[in-house]
C-alpha cells in the first residue's frame, strides 16, 4: 500500500496562475480532507468529502475547487493563485464510517509558493 | 464538532513524563477523542484514541474523566525525538458529514 500520495511535492506559481494539486489514496477510504498549513500555525480545513460525488467545503474554502469522481482521487484546484495561498497543502483520507477508529492518514504534502 | 482547547507551548527534559492536557467542554455523547504528533514538514501523525477512562499503547496513554469535558496525553520518559506540535480532536464515530478541524496544537519542546 502507498497510503496517501501527493504531487507535486513543491511548486512555484505566479499570481493569477492555476493549478491541480492531487491526491489518490489506495485504502479505500471513504473520507478524504484538503489542509493548509502556514508556517507555525496549525491546519486549516479547506474541503472535504464524504465519498465519491460528495464534497463540503471547510473552515477556508475560499478561492479553491475540489472534485471526487472516484473513491481514490481528490484533486484540489487553486484558481488564480495568490500570494495569501502561499502554504504547504495536505491531503488525508479516513476510514470513519467504516467500522475503524477514524484514523486520519496523511500525505507528505505539497509545498506552494505563489510570487 | 467539539472546540479543542490546549496549551500553546511546554518544556521537557529528556527523560521526564510530560502530559498534554486539551479541553473539549461541549463533547458530545458520540464524540471520541484522538491525539496526533506533527513533525516539522510532515503530516500529522495519529497517536492515540479514546472514549473513556484510560487507554494506553506502546506510544503513550491518554486519560480521560468521567465528565470527557478534558482529556490529557501523558507520554512517558519522553526523548529530543517527541519534540513535536501536538494536536488533539474530537471526533464524532456515527456516520454522517463530519470535517475534522484541528485546533492550534501544543509544541512540546525536550531539552536534553
Known amino acids: 500500500n502507498a497510503g496517501v500520495t501527493q504531487t507535486p511535492k513543491f511548486r512555484i506559481l505566479k499570481i493569477g496562475q492555476s493549478m491541480t494539486l492531487q491526491c489518490t489514496q489506495d485504502?479505500?477510504?471513504?473520507?478524504m480532507y484538503w489542509y493548509r498549513q502556514d508556517p507555525g500555525m496549525g491546519l486549516k480545513l479547506i474541503y472535504y468529502?464524504?465519498?465519491?460525488?460528495?464534497?463540503d467545503k471547510g473552515e477556508v474554502p475560499n478561492g479553491y475547487n475540489v472534485s471526487r469522481s472516484t473513491t481514490e482521487d481528490f484533486p484540489l484546484r487553486l484558481e488564480l493563485a495568490a500570494p495569501s495561498q502561499t502554504s504547504v497543502y495536505f491531503c488525508?483520507?479516513?476510514?470513519?464510517?467504516?467500522?475503524?477508529?477514524?484514523?486520519?492518514?496523511f500525505g507528505e504534502g505539497s509545498r506552494l509558493t505563489v510570487l | 464538532l467539539a472546540k479543542t482547547t490546549q496549551p500553546i507551548s511546554m518544556d521537557s527534559y529528556e527523560g521526564q513524563e510530560v502530559n498534554i492536557t486539551c479541553s473539549h467542554n461541549?463533547?458530545?455523547?458520540?464524540?471520541?477523542i484522538t491525539w496526533y504528533q506533527q513533525f516539522p514538514s510532515q503530516g500529522p501523525r495519529f497517536i492515540i484514541q479514546?472514549?473513556?477512562t484510560k487507554v494506553t499503547n506502546e506510544v503513550a496513554s491518554l486519560f480521560i474523566p468521567a465528565d470527557r469535558k478534558s482529556s490529557t496525553l501523558s507520554l512517558p520518559r519522553v526523548s529530543l525525538s517527541d519534540t513535536a506540535v501536538y494536536y488533539c480532536?474530537?471526533?464524532?464515530?456515527?456516520?454522517?458529514?463530519?470535517?475534522?478541524?484541528f485546533g492550534s496544537g501544543t509544541r512540546l519542546q525536550v531539552q536534553p
Open positions: 488525508a483520507s479516513s476510514p470513519l464510517g467504516q467500522g475503524s477508529t477514524g484514523e486520519l492518514f
Open positions: 485504502m479505500n477510504h471513504n473520507y
Open positions: 468529502s464524504v465519498g465519491a460525488g460528495i464534497t
Open positions: 461541549n463533547i458530545a455523547t458520540n464524540d471520541y
Open positions: 479514546g472514549y473513556k
Open positions: 480532536l474530537v471526533v464524532l464515530m456515527d456516520t454522517g458529514r463530519r470535517a475534522l478541524t
